[in-house]
């Protein structure tokens, strides 16, 4: 499984980013993906996900209200939209995958991930 983000970027407190991730090798075992923030001295920390099989979707209480998931029609790039983004949202925003029979929130559980995306807001 390779996964490819992109959309990151610098902007302004009010603002809006649309992050996308790029996934190929997919199977039926890689049925959840998801977003995870990182910022210096911190761990991974989940900012939304998606099972893939049930359609449950969780998204943090940072950004709950602000972020929106999508995937196109043939689920192979899943997006984050980010709107009135705040400067506590800058970080280093990967993008994760993995097989599960439930909607898995922690980094370590994840054994897929992509190289990330910086989003800087000031």
């Known amino acids: 499984v390779q996964l490819v983000e992109s959309g990151g970027g610098s902007v302004q407190a009010g603002g809006s980013l649309r992050l996308s991730c790029a996934a190929s090798?997919?199977?039926?075992?890689?049925?959840?993906i998801g977003w995870f923030r990182q910022v210096t001295g911190k761990e991974r920390e989940v900012v939304a996900s998606?099972?893939?099989?049930?359609?449950?979707?969780y998204y943090a209480d940072s950004v709950r209200g602000r972020a929106t998931l999508s995937q196109d029609d043939a689920r192979t790039t899943l997006y984050l939209q980010m709107n009135s983004l705040k400067p506590e949202d800058t970080g280093m925003y990967y993008c994760?995958?993995?097989?599960?029979?439930?909607?898995?929130?922690?980094?370590?559980?994840?054994?897929?991930w992509g190289r990330g995306t910086q989003v800087t807001v000031s």
């Open positions: 998606i099972h893939g099989t049930t359609g449950k979707t």
């Open positions: 994760a995958a993995g097989g599960f029979g439930y909607l898995a929130l922690t980094a370590s559980a994840y054994p897929y």
């Open positions: 090798g997919y199977t039926y075992t890689t049925n959840c």
